[in-house]
């Protein structure tokens, strides 16, 4: 029943223009880890803030009459604050949210030799098991075990979430990997150099991040993971337009910054690596996304799908309470989410923004795109098939590959039956992005 009410809702918002709803919530800019790549990371020193949970309250209320069904929680770190993520996971599904996600650093996990770890990690799992969370995230950063522990700053951490993860999942809570693309993926991708000027190795590159991807999810499938998502690169290009991080998460360390070359030769190595791993492991990254952004990072202009950011998705931060776009547009701000701007949401519906690769926002607008496309403008989709036959076959290859993944639901164990279905496609080594002439402009890209 509830989920022919979801289809129709789903389909109701379709009609009139829209998408599922998502509300970003950052909770607090505290956090205790040491990530290099983050501004909010425990060494920078500033004023932490939090929102305080009646607040919060009020922003679930305002989000679910508007529609929305999707909230994340994020940080910092928010299991700083346990006992307050809990009581408002639980006031979320009350609310009528359906997809609620949350995440950590894996702090809790640091001390697994501790006599009691196993106690304390079952409790823990029963706490969160007894909520209607329904996609919980440990973050990891590298493909070597020793290069992640020392970027987050808590020495055998990784050891600690192998242990703690068999717990969860006799719990009936499947964590995923959340994996934040950056250098340290391994010692060879941390050696390479800029990619800058003529005569560069695009090669030495591509086969640095290829093979650390690869290291990477053999590393995450060994931990015990069923699920994996990837955040792209949270660097913007200089100078691009209008954009003022809001998030302190965003960081301009090179640790984290690729230029538009690097970008698609990531992307690439991105594709191959996802498509072969995608009947071991549960992973959320889109094709049809990581495809449309090679194109726009190619050189492409207005290659793929505007995001949603700041129409149907929106993002509350921590140190103002204020309603954003999203993390990026801090000029744009839309107020407090029960008084929302209605012109500014319209416009943004119109934005057709394209500035970051925020994968929260960007993955399901591309994921969206066709469908609406399909609905409103279905000139628009025939013209963008033409120009690039393989989007759709890539797009619905990937529809087909979420039902197979029961929608990434981190509350159901992976049917690998059906996720058999999608081994064994990388015939020839190439991606269909490597073979398509969008990707090979991106020798032609500038810096
Ligand atoms: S990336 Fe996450 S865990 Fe690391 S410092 Fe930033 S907020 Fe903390
Ligand atoms: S692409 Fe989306 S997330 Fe990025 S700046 Fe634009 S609205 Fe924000």
Same mark, same amino acid.
């Given at each position: ?18 998408? =599922? ?25 500033? =004023? ?20 929305m069904r999707m909230v994340s929680f994020t940080g910092g770190e928010p299991f700083l604050l346990l006992q307050d993520l809990v009581e408002l ?8 949210? #359906? ?25 823990? $799992?029963? #706490? ?10 440990? @973050?990891?950063?590298? *493909? ?10 808590? =020495?055998?951490?990784? $050891? ?9 999942? $006799? ?69 691009? $337009? ?31 690596? %996802? ?22 990072? @190619? ?18 931060? @921590? ?5 954003? =776009? ?56 025939? *013209? !963008? ?6 989007f759709l076959k890539i797009w619905f290859r990937d529809v087909q590959y979420a039902r197979a993944c029961d929608l990434y639901d981190g509350r ?13 496609? %990388? ?11 969008? !990707?090979?402009? @991106? ?5």
């Open positions: 029943m509830g989920s022919v009410r979801q289809v129709l809702e789903t389909g109701g918002r379709l009609l009139r223009g829209k998408v =599922p709803g998502q509300l970003i919530i950052q909770l607090t800019d505290r956090c205790n880890a040491q990530c290099p790549q983050c501004g909010m990371r425990v060494l920078n020193r500033f =004023p932490r803030k939090r929102l305080d949970n009646d607040y919060v309250k009020q922003l679930l209320d305002a989000g679910a009459q508007r529609g996971i639980n006031y979320a599904g009350k609310a009528g949210y #359906r997809y609620i996600r949350t995440g950590t650093n894996g702090f809790l996990f640091r001390h697994h030799q501790e006599l009691n770890f196993e106690d304390k990690v079952h409790r823990l $799992a029963e #706490r969160l098991a007894a909520t209607p969370l329904r996609n919980l995230w440990f @973050s990891v950063d590298s *493909a070597e075990p020793d290069i992640h522990d020392r970027m987050r700053g808590f =020495p055998g951490v990784l $050891a600690g979430i192998k242990k703690a993860l068999p717990i969860f999942h $006799a719990h009936g809570i499947y964590p995923s990997a959340n994996v934040g693309l950056n250098r340290n993926l391994t010692q060879e991708t941390m050696a390479l150099s800029p990619l800058e000027g003529d005569g560069v190795d695009e090669e030495r590159f591509i086969r640095a991040f290829s093979q650390g991807l690869e290291r990477l999810y053999r590393l995450i499938i060994e931990t015990g993971f069923t699920l994996t998502s990837a955040c792209y690169p949270m660097s913007v290009e200089p100078g691009e $337009a209008g954009l003022q991080a809001v998030y302190a998460a965003t960081a301009s360390e090179r640790i984290v910054r690729f230029d538009r070359r690097e970008k698609v030769l990531l992307y690439q190595a991105l594709f191959a690596t %996802v498509k072969k791993f995608r009947h071991r492991l549960r992973i959320v990254t889109p094709l049809s996304a990581v495809h449309n952004l090679i194109g726009h990072h @190619s050189g492409n202009q207005g290659h793929g799908y505007g995001c949603r950011g700041g129409s149907d998705y929106l993002f509350v931060d @921590s140190v103002d309470g204020q309603t954003y =776009p999203c993390g990026y547009r801090g000029a744009d701000g839309l107020g407090r989410l029960w008084e929302l701007d209605a012109t500014k949401v319209a416009a943004n519906r119109k934005a057709d923004c394209r500035k970051c690769d925020w994968e929260c926002f960007r993955d399901p607008s591309e994921l969206f795109g066709p469908l609406t496309s399909g609905l409103f403008r279905p000139w628009q989709l025939a *013209a !963008a098939h033409l120009r690039d036959p393989q159901k164990a992976p049917d690998y039956t059906r996720l058999n279905a999608f081994a064994g496609s %990388v015939r020839d080594g190439r991606t269909p992005c490597q073979a398509n002439p969008l !990707a090979r402009q @991106s020798r032609a890209v500038g810096k």
